[in-house]
């Protein structure tokens, strides 16, 4: 829920380039996707690797990409946050089950 909040307080905060909040929500969107490309790897499920992957690449504060226009990273943010509420749902459900 915390990366939700950060994505969505992200798009709505007109960031610069260089800011720190760039940086902040590269880590905190970069990491976990890293963490969850693991753990997907060692089952198998291509779709979640392949999805994570991306957003890890689109988000990585060491090679940041720019995208200057803010209706393209609108679409993007919004695909990324509902990737990661539904990633986090399908945990919870599994967690459940054991």
Sequence with gaps: MPLFLTLF???YNEPSN???KDTFLGVAVTFPSIVIVVKEYEVRNDFWCIMF???????????????HKKLIWEPID??????FLVKAIALLRASKQR
């Design 18 to 20: 260089n800011n720190h």
């Design 9 to 11: 307080n992200y798009q």
């Design 78 to 83: 919004g695909v990324c946050g509902v990737l």
């Design 53 to 67: 992957v991306l957003i890890a690449l689109l988000f990585n504060p060491l090679i940041p990409v720019y995208l």
